[in-house]
Antibody, heavy 120, light 110 residues
Framework: QVQLQQSGPGLVKPSQTLSVTCAISGDSVSSNSAAWNWIRQSPSRGLEWLGRTYYRSKWFHEYALSVKSRMAINPDTSNNQFSLQLYSVTPEDTAVYYC??????????WGQGTLVTVSS | QSALTQPASVSGSPGQSITISCTGTSSDVGAYNYVSWYQHHPGKAPKLMIYEVTNRPSGVSNRFSGSKSGNTASLTISGLQAEDEADYYCSSFTTSTTWVFGGGSKLTVL
């Protein structure tokens, strides 16, 4: 059974960096068949795909155009987890952030969600 | 990448069938058979209901089915039940190797 456990602060100040980590159990961040995604949900924008990382003989990282210039996803093979960094946040980045496993073109396992509020 | 277009709300009575549409372009929905559907209850993580247009994950009721024609995908729920009331989102892979969601449809079971 795959489980994704998220951790990270719930409050970030404007212009600072939002950081959330997703610890994986029951699968590997280096899996050759899965991809590891970040998705957020807000009342105003619904679900929004942010980006993913995956390993296919080398690491790939893909990001939504809307956040590409200020986002990074980092896999951590030592701890079997991956993290999201979103730089220079504004109140519009306030959302529930989810990590999710992508396999067979669908997200089948999700983290519990982390509500991140951007406010001074 | 623009969001896929879904109706904001749909409704039906218990036992009836409803269909939610998801319209994209030839760069997303029309490009691949990589459309998935998610059920989202407030405060919970979304749940995968359909993947690769028509496939149901293990454990998902066969009352849920998916289809696609051209640039429009559809989710049909038959035999509506009160527990089906939720938000439903479609998603598609794109030719830019990114994913895009629909705006979501709120299903009300009358």
């Amino acid at each position: 059974q795959v489980q994704l456990q998220q951790s990270g602060p719930g409050l970030v100040k404007p212009s600072q960096t939002l950081s959330v980590t997703c610890a994986i159990s029951g699968d590997s961040v280096s899996s050759n068949s899965a991809a590891w995604n970040w998705i957020r949900q807000s009342p105003s924008r619904g679900l929004e795909w942010l980006g993913r990382t995956y390993y296919r003989s080398k690491w790939f990282h893909e990001y939504a155009l809307s956040v590409k210039s200020r986002m990074a996803i980092n896999p951590d093979t030592s701890n079997n987890q991956f993290s999201l960094q979103l730089y220079s946040v504004t109140p519009e980045d306030t959302a529930v952030y989810y990590c999710a496993r992508e396999i067979s073109a669908g997200w089948d396992y999700w983290g519990q969600g982390t509500l991140v509020t951007v406010s001074s | 990448q623009s969001a896929l277009t879904q109706p904001a709300s749909v409704s039906g009575s218990p036992g009836q069938s409803i269909t939610i549409s998801c319209t994209g372009t030839s760069s997303d929905v029309g490009a691949y058979n990589y459309v998935s559907w998610y059920q989202h209850h407030p405060g919970k993580a979304p749940k995968l209901m359909i993947y690769e247009v028509t496939n149901r994950p293990s454990g998902v009721s066969n009352r849920f089915s998916g289809s696609k024609s051209g640039n429009t995908a559809s989710l049909t729920i038959s035999g509506l039940q009160a527990e089906d009331e939720a938000d439903y989102y479609c998603s598609s892979f794109t030719t830019s190797t990114t994913w895009v969601f629909g705006g979501g449809s709120k299903l009300t079971v009358l």
